[in-house]
DNA sequence: TGGATATGTCAATATAACTTACCTATTATG
DNA sequence: CATAATAGGTAAGTTATATTGACATATCCA
């Protein structure tokens, strides 16, 4: 980064009210299947995590969301209600639980993940491999800044 | 676009999920400024639009940030009261209210502003104008998606 | 003059998070 | 083996941010 024309306070306060805007609508686009559910993204959000981690555990789920067990807890409750989760006991370590998601649990996933998806999926569509690397690369730098 | 390899389910899923991950480390940065000021995120997002948008007007905010004017002007309120903002009749059109920060309200920005800034701006130092340029790029195609 | 627009406000409700506090079960360690 | 640390659960109350629905006022435009 040379070119420190690129750094300009306006510049940044841009690309922070578009990280808000791609972060409000990619996660608004769901929100007409998960009523049909009536889960919230809260609920959403764990589902997403569970599909791409399967058998994460209540205290990785904790670390990656970044809230209290408390509220987690309300979540997995309502998941469980909805028979979309199971837990496994580690076989090794007894107190840890593993959270899977059930055959209905990978539907629900798909039809949310659908919706979602096709935000993303269009854009990187009219994007160079280049681009779309390029986007991937600056959003690990700002998560492990 | 021509490599489809990019566009693989999981490599979407990822996307989304540190999409999830910038945008919650970026608007929790300020906030034990924000505690400082007894405020909360949705004021600091007025503050950063009318920051951006000098004399924006309460409609135009309530377009940027998709919440109902009841929402908007508990936090309006609150800015009020706190001392931050005012307001200016348009000359021509008396109906419309333009927002501004005052000098206080442009200090306290700043501020925030700051503790924002150092997580996107370390990532831009550590990447290429190219990387910067497509960041933005793509993030415009999600957002016009 | 009547309809649309810009804004304000009251009341009730929902969602998702929080704090504080305390609990059990299990594993790891001195 | 005793004790600390870890993994997880739970109860009560609170806060932050948003919603819906209804209604009010002032101003502009055709």
Redesign the interface.
């Known amino acids: ?3 420190l024309l ?2 300009k ?2 510049q ?17 686009d769901p929100k007409k299947i998960l009523n049909k559910y009536s889960i919230g993204t809260a609920h959403h ?1 764990v589902i ?2 569970v ?2 981690y399967e058998g994460i555990s209540i205290s990785e789920l904790l670390k990656k969301l ?1 809230i209290t067990k408390q509220s987690l807890n309300r979540v997995l409750k309502d998941l469980v209600k909805l028979e979309v989760i199971n837990f496994k006991k580690d076989e090794i370590d007894t107190r840890i639980k593993h959270v899977y998601l059930n055959e209905k649990g990978k539907k629900i996933f798909l039809e949310i ?1 659908e919706t ?28 492990n ?1």
Chains 1, 2 share one sequence.
């Open positions: 980064m040379k070119d690129y750094l306070d306006q940044l306060k841009d690309l922070i009210e578009k990280l808000f805007i791609v972060y409000r609508d990619t996660f608004t959000k997403h995590l599909s791409t970044k993940f979602q998806k096709k935000r993303i999926y269009n854009a990187l569509l009219e994007s160079s491999s280049d681009e779309v690397v390029n986007f991937d690369k600056v959003l690990k730098k700002i998560i800044g």
